[in-house]
């Protein structure tokens, strides 16, 4: 795993538009474009604009609570536009025990194939 520590990462770059990447939905305070190396037909990401110290879920502080719930609520919003309202995944990688690559919170919503359960 890569570190995880507080510097900027990969992130930062497609906020800032400085990498390319595919956008699928953008307000003021998430960015939400398509994994590189998608999972399923329909993969993608969701990230907070701000980081502000959210580098994995388990460093959430109760100030993260309303940038939380409107990741979660963007998932829905994301999950309408690519036509998989009616079955889709949100998961959260936090830390190196769970596979987190990228030390900036983010969701990965899942779809557009038959999932499985339990995930490995
Ligand atoms: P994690 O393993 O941290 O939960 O997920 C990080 C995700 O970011 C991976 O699914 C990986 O494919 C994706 N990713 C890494 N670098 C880039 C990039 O430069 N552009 C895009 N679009 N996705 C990336």
Known sequence: AKSAGGGPTIFDNIIAKEIPSSIVYEDDKVLAFRDINPQAPV????IPKQRDGLTELGKAEQRHEDILGHLLYASKLVAEK?????????????????????????????????LKWPPG
Do not use: K, M
Not at 43 to 46: F, M, S
Not at 84 to 99: E, K, L, M, Q, Y
């Open 82 to 114: 690519e036509g998989i309202a009616d079955g889709f995944r949100v998961v959260i990688n936090s830390g190196p025990t769970a596979c987190q690559s990228v030390y900036h919170l983010h969701l990965h919503v899942l779809g557009g194939r038959q």
């Open 43 to 46: 993969h993608v990401l969701i």
